[in-house]
């Protein structure tokens, strides 16, 4: 059934992301950026949570009825340190370029104890990573980055703001690494929906996959701990990664923040 239930799945968190959170917190404030137009907004205002929005362009969220706070992400985010319990934060990484400033603000902005749930497009997907071997693309059909296709829908500016499409897809490792490197703790990643042609490609290529995953432990040159590595295979092996079309990457912030302290990389 659960197989099922991914492969009809329509791709979209709307729908469970209340579900996803309830997992981590009862209730809370909640920062939805970029909020798009509210539709996640709304759902996890429906699982009891408060929930604030912010976007680049506050207009589309406001025209469906939520308050929105104009924001930057690629800029200090107006908010106090420590300041929410939650940060939501769907498909906005691929389109900044500092990714770093960017989830450092984030980890700056959350409690002690807080969740931060980032969802992006998966290029480790089997059918991504095919499509990369022979385009140097993951999806050349809808993220072709080239110098008249790096904005979303053709050259598209508005005023002072450019948003700039996939041209930052970033992948479970480097999140993972990222996320780490800013002092929280990767909880696990979770998918949406199964590729179609990822599902027909699982038989083929599952046994190199597992076996260029496993080499990864005999890599000398980059020691880690057994627990580093269970942790990585556990999530790069999982069929969430492996056929799930979007990656859904949770970390929590450590109850004592100065434990482990990020590298400053604030703009």
């Not at 137009?37 to 469906?64: H, I, M, S, T, Y």
Request: charged share 20%; hydrophobic share 40%; glycine share 8%.
């Amino acid at each position: 059934m659960a197989f099922f239930r991914h492969l009809t799945h329509s791709g979209h968190i709307r729908d469970e992301i209340g579900l996803i959170l309830k997992r981590y917190l009862s209730s809370g404030r909640v920062l939805d950026i970029p909020c798009g137009d509210g539709v996640n907004a709304g759902q996890l205002a429906k699982a009891g949570f408060d929930v604030e929005c912010a976007d680049l362009f506050p207009e589309r969220a406001e025209a469906k009825g939520f308050e929105c706070r104009k924001c930057d992400m690629t800029k200090r985010l107006p908010y106090d340190d420590e300041s929410f319990d939650a940060v939501l934060h769907s498909e906005g990484i691929e389109h900044v370029d500092n990714q770093l400033s960017m989830l450092a603000e984030f980890r700056r902005i959350l409690k002690p104890g807080g969740i931060l749930i980032v969802t992006t497009p998966n290029i480790l997907a089997l059918s991504s990573r095919v499509n990369f071997l022979f385009s140097g693309h993951p999806r050349p059909g809808r993220w072709l980055v080239t110098e008249s296709h790096g904005y979303w829908g053709g050259s598209k500016s508005y005023g002072e703001d450019t948003y700039y499409g996939h041209v930052f897809l970033i992948n479970a490792f480097q999140l993972r690494f990222y996320l780490t490197h800013m002092g929280l703790d990767v909880l696990g990643v979770e998918t949406t929906r199964y590729s179609f042609n990822s599902v027909l490609l699982m038989p083929f290529l599952y046994p190199f996959v597992w076996w260029g995953t496993k080499r990864m432990r005999s890599n000398k040159r980059f020691p880690a701990t057994e627990e580093m590595h269970k942790a990585i295979e556990k999530e790069v092996l999982s069929p969430a990664l492996l056929l799930g079309s979007k990656l859904i990457m949770v970390a929590r912030m450590p109850s004592d923040p100065q434990s482990s302290g990020p590298t400053d990389t604030t703009p």
